[in-house]
């Protein structure tokens, strides 16, 4: 089945400094990237996705990078705020697993002042 | 758009009980629904998925007797915990999307805290 890796576990970053998650995946018929943001007690909330035929995608301060060739993709913050402190998941679709995501372990992010 | 609810938000049983949680999608109709569970700073890990009409697949390890899946319209899904035990207590999460596509967007409820005492 699919397996994916995240790094770092915990990251402690200066407010208004830039953060990156990284993550990789095992099977490389997967074809679509969300990343979620979980605040303690809270729903993961989905904030940027991408999908296999796309190397990029930009929103705002968030951005995310995916390389299939290396089978890794990584979620970028930019001007990090206080406010972005919480627990980012990533999550692969391998194709063939119907609608099923696997989730990476998750990423702590501390935006400190 | 998109809206995912849960109920109950948090719910304490004894042991032996069952617990009957349930997911709604508010605006839009889910072809199918997963139900997760997440143990305290750990990440999701699927228990099964619902398909409306159908029954529910669930993954490797996890007991079909003793989490019940109903997932009888669209828009509406529930987990029973039977015989619940201590060692069921964590958090339930469950998601919906529109479709079956592999592209298709998860929107996750807002969860429900199990306490088995």
């Known amino acids: 089945g699919e397996n994916v890796e995240q790094h770092p576990s915990t990251l402690s970053v200066q407010e208004g400094d830039s953060a990156v998650i990284k993550c990789t995946y095992s099977?490389?018929?997967?074809?679509?990237f969300p990343w979620y943001k979980q605040e303690l007690g809270k729903r993961p909330q989905l904030i940027i996705d991408i999908r296999s035929n796309v190397g990029e995608k930009k929103d705002q301060r968030i951005a995310v990078t995916l390389n299939k060739t290396a089978k890794h993709f990584s979620l970028h913050i930019t001007e990090t705020q206080p406010e972005d402190s919480a627990v980012y998941f990533c999550a692969a679709r391998f194709t063939g697993g119907g609608n099923k995501l696997t989730f990476g372990t998750g990423t702590q992010l501390k935006v400190e002042l | 758009g998109a809206v995912v609810s849960q109920h109950p938000s948090r719910v304490i049983c004894k042991s032996g009980t069952s617990v009957k949680i349930e997911c709604r999608s508010l605006?839009?109709?889910?072809?199918?629904m997963f139900w997760y569970r997440q143990f305290p700073k750990k990440s999701l890990m699927l228990m099964a998925t619902?398909?409306?009409?159908?029954?529910?697949?669930?993954e490797q390890g996890v007991e079909k007797d003793k989490f019940l899946i109903n997932h009888a319209s669209l828009t509406l899904s529930t987990l029973t915990v039977t015989s619940a035990h201590p060692e069921d207590s964590s958090f339930y999460i469950c998601?919906?999307?529109?479709?079956?596509?592999?592209?298709?967007?998860?929107?996750f409820g807002p969860g429900t805290r199990l306490t088995v005492l």
């Open positions: 998601s919906a999307s529109q479709g079956q596509t592999d592209t298709d967007t998860q929107y």
């Open positions: 099977d490389s018929a997967s074809n679509y």
């Open positions: 619902s398909n409306e009409g159908s029954k529910a697949t669930y």
């Open positions: 605006d839009f109709q889910a072809t199918t």
